[in-house]
């Protein structure tokens, strides 16, 4: 008898107490006379003897609610209060409904949810091996009628263990898989005898029916990946019975009806395109298993689909015919196929009935089946934009633009996609009523499914889930008016090795990085910023660096690798977390060909160009600057309760140059400020380090920095739900960073330096570095920039449009401009697409 109330605990069958009823009766009797005289709201809701969950794990099973809190504070029930106007009557209609439909009910105390509540909680304690378990619930008015407490009251009684656990039904695994599936047990095993490696003693293991259906599921997934392809959840019973020698513990047996063991037999692929042409058949010409008297084949059914070949077929195809059947490798080859970006749906199936026995080994064909997509796609758009210049100069742009974009699908016939994109825009900054910036550019890409020689053997090396290789050529050409700029143009290439380790990290290889940009300027530029900006850059060599970033033409390559792990959102971001990690190599090719091709005695930097202008001294010539980059950047996602998350960010970054120029290429440099950055500043207008920017100097930030640290942390929560098709979540985030020079930038001079320059000898200077913008010691990192506010965001199913209003709590410039100064300006309103990090 005992054994069938066990079997009825496990398959979760379970009968609340006398106890756990008569609780429930109180609970309603208590709530209908408060019913009678007024409905009372639930003010808190609280667990009481719970000493072995979290709070979190017990309120995922209560139903019983109190009213959503911003930021948790008590009173502070904002939703309720939206709800509650919208129904007193006295609004118009539409816009009475839309208050209610971003808010809440008042959360009403309901007898029949706290008796299931009791009911849920008393069938989670005994799941998790409390089988004496006792729920009961007590209502407590508050200091007003309408205000009430819930208290669950939880007497666990005496856990239950497990003592023993064994499997049978598992004579036809081999004896090193019979060790290799009890190791990885999801149970606390005591040892394993490796002569009896399928019977064990559980460790301080309590009884859990969600363990034991966990354990369910990895026997599953360990021998589909036997041969037991047939094997269902059917197939496992576990039998829970007492152990002899103690009244508290329990033993399992997993008992297990395998079925047959199958080897991978044919395959035959049918695909459907959307094109009108007859059925092509071909045999695939695949690798199989060796040592067999039986020989699968591989076939392919072709309809009404001209592009499509036989070789994308065959790379997609994750297992041998002939080898042990593996339900995770046909998974891998259903995900292969999915990410060619060519089928819009796909199957494969094992085709039981048609099983083959050779030998008295049975061979399981398989099916499978695909839907192509349209071959050729042209769209065109309009969109909004918001960015900085391409030059990296000024505040941020608002503009609109117009794309065309071509795509052909399965362009060769092994899943190649060819995509061509055009795009024009026009821009204006905040403080402008005029065009300030105009841009065309045009892509030229081609993404191939897999990883072209010699890199293809990284697919067997790591063993990838998937792989892409993208080659991508782009051209541009911008003008900044404002600041009197000009790009002629700025050619870039890009080889691109993408890897997917798992479906949430991923490795990005470019193993060509090319730009060649030819900048020049208009007339007004040295006029307009460039005398303004050597007042503070006094030293020569850094000055003429700098006028190289502007006017002369320049080359950069890099060699990049990055280590992508995400698991978030990329548009809600609400929980998870999404890390990077990134190194490259710069200029190393120029510097290599400089040195022994066009420079053997003596190095200038520079290499022969078809973009240069011409003219004397190094006309026709493309600088470079050879350098070291390395990024790290972490982000977290933790969700608080329905409706509210935690956001945090840690960046860091380094950059340093490696030959004789001393600096780095300006678009390898760091900058810091604007929407996604430290919001108190406008974009890049923070740093580098307690140097500043001068007030009357429109550029911005010029200069960038060799170092960056930044961190941000920000709470958002739901406060509107469904209003304009859209949530509104209110946000407050606290945002602390800087830039700094690395230990060979000159920095800026401050006046003591300038000074000293023209003293013959020179004087001791008392901090000689100060105001410079160099990161020296950790001292320096009292002069981060601290920026908070509060921020709204507007949530629709595909776009996120977002709005901060920041203040600047502390600015290590010398303008000093924060709210504890006379010089504070106010705070500023930042807009931008997405979530700021």
């Known amino acids: ?59 995922n099973h209560i139903r019983t609610r109190r009213n959503r809190r911003i930021l948790g504070i008590p009173g502070f029930t904002w939703w309720r209060w939206m709800y509650q106007l919208g129904d007193a009557g006295w609004m118009w209609g539409r816009l009475g409904n839309a208050m209610k439909s971003g808010g809440e009910p008042p959360a009403y105390l309901d007898s029949t949810t706290v008796a299931g509540d009791i009911e849920r909680l008393t069938l989670f304690y005994e799941q998790q091996g409390f089988r004496e378990a006792a729920v009961s619930a007590e209502v407590q008015p508050r200091r007003s009628a309408e205000r009430v407490s819930v208290v ?65 599921r990895r026997l599953l997934s360990f021998l589909k990946d036997a041969g037991y392809a047939a094997i269902s959840r059917d197939s496992i019973r576990a039998i829970v019975y007492p152990d002899q020698m103690a009244s508290d513990s329990l033993d399992v047996t997993l008992q297990v009806k395998t079925g047959p063991k199958y080897r991978f037999g044919d395959v035959e692929f049918r695909i459907q395109g959307p094109e009108q042409a007859a059925a092509r058949r071909d045999t695939i010409d695949v690798p199989r298993a060796s040592g067999s008297g039986y020989q699968p084949i591989v076939t392919s059914v072709i309809e009404n689909e001209t592009q499509l070949g036989t070789g994308l077929l065959r790379r997609s195809l994750q297992f041998t015919p002939g080898t042990t059947y593996e339900r995770s490798r046909v998974v891998d080859t259903k995900q292969r196929l999915e990410g060619t970006g060519i089928f819009t749906l796909t199957s494969l199936s094992p085709q039981f009935g048609e099983a083959t026995v050779v030998d008295s080994t049975r061979y399981l064909p398989l099916r499978v089946e695909g839907q192509t997509r349209q071959r050729h796609r042209l769209r065109m758009e309009t969109f909004g934009l918001q960015r900085g210049s391409e030059v990296g100069l000024g505040t941020s742009e608002f503009g609109v633009g117009v794309s065309g974009v071509y795509e052909n699908v399965n362009a060769f016939g092994g899943g190649e996609t060819v995509s061509i994109r055009t795009s024009g825009s026009v821009a204006t900054s905040l403080d402008s009523t005029l065009i300030t910036s105009r841009q065309l550019e045009g892509t030229v890409s081609l993404t191939l499914p897999y990883l072209v020689r010699p890199f293809g053997g990284f697919e067997n090396i790591f063993d990838l889930t998937n792989s892409r290789t993208r080659l991508s050529v782009s051209a541009l050409t911008a003008r900044r008016n404002d600041l009197r700029l000009l790009i002629r143009s700025r050619t870039s290439a890009r080889f691109r090795l993408e890897m997917d380790h798992t479906p949430t990290q991923s490795s990005l290889v470019d193993v060509v990085d090319l730009s060649i940009s030819n900048p020049d300027t208009l007339s007004g530029f040295r006029t307009r910023f460039l005398d303004s900006l050597f007042v503070r850059v006094q030293d020569p060599v850094q000055q003429a660096q700098i006028l190289q970033d502007y006017t002369q033409p320049q080359i950069n390559t890099a060699i990049r690798y990055t280590f992508r792990s995400a698991t978030a959102n990329p548009l809600r971001r609400r929980r998870g977390h999404i890390y990077e990690v990134s190194g490259e190599v710069g200029n190393t090719v120029p510097f290599l060909l400089d040195q022994f091709l066009f420079a053997p005695d003596t190095l200038e930097y520079t290499v022969p160009g078809i973009t240069g202008r011409s003219g004397g001294g190094l006309s026709g010539r493309l600088r470079y600057r050879p ?64 140097a500043g920017q001068r007030n009357d100097f429109v550029g911005g930030d010029l200069l960038g920095g060799d170092l960056k640290l930044e961190s941000s942390v920000e709470v958002r929560t739901r406060l509107l739900q469904n209003v304009l098709a859209a949530n509104w979540v209110g946000a407050t985030f606290l945002d602390v960073g800087n830039v700094w020079f690395g230990p060979r930038n000159q ?91």
């Not at 656990?165 to 004579?171: A, I, M, N, P, R």
């Not at 790290?632 to 329905?642: I, K, M, S, T």
């Not at 970054?653 to 400020?673: E, Q």
């Not at 507007?794 to 209003?805: K, N, S, T, V």
């Open 1 to 59: 008898m005992s054994v069938l109330v066990l079997l009825g605990l496990l398959a979760g069958i379970l009968v609340p107490d006398a106890r756990a009823a008569s609780s429930v009766q109180q609970v309603v009797s208590e709530t209908s006379v408060a019913q009678d005289s007024i409905r009372p709201v639930v003010r808190d809701v609280r667990v009481r003897g719970n000493t072995h969950f979290s709070e979190r794990t017990l309120e």
């Open 627 to 690: 350098y070291v980059r390395g990024t790290v950047d972490l982000r977290r996602y933790v969700a608080l309760g329905p409706g509210s998350t935690l956001a945090m960010k840690v960046f860091g970054g380094i950059a340093h140059p490696t030959g004789g120029p001393t600096l780095v290429p300006f678009d390898r440099r760091f900058f810091s400020g604007g929407a996604s950055s430290v919001r108190g500043w406008r974009l890049r207008q923070l740093g580098p380090g307690g």
């Open 152 to 216: 669950f009251r939880v007497d666990p009684g005496p856990p239950t263990y497990l003592r023993r656990v064994q499997y049978e039904g598992l004579s036809g695994l081999s004896a090193s898989q019979k060790r290799t599936l009890a190791r990885g047990t999801v149970l606390n095993a005591d040892r394993h005898d490796p002569e009896t490696p399928l019977s064990f003693r559980a460790d301080d293991q309590r009884y859990q029916k969600p363990l034991l259906l966990e354990e369910r």
């Open 747 to 837: 920095g800026f001079q401050n006046a003591e330096r300038r000074n000293a320059v023209s003293q013959d000898p020179p004087p001791t200077l008392s901090n000689p570095l100060e105001g410079s913008g160099r990161f020296v010691g950790l001292k320096d990192l009292a002069e981060v920039g601290v920026g908070s506010g509060l921020g709204i965001r507007i949530e629709w199913e595909y776009l996120i449009a977002r709005f901060d209003l920041a203040y600047r709590l502390h600015d290590p410039s010398p303008q000093n401009d924060d709210v504890f100064s006379d010089n504070f300006q106010g705070p500023l309103l930042h807009f931008g697409i997405g979530q700021a990090f």
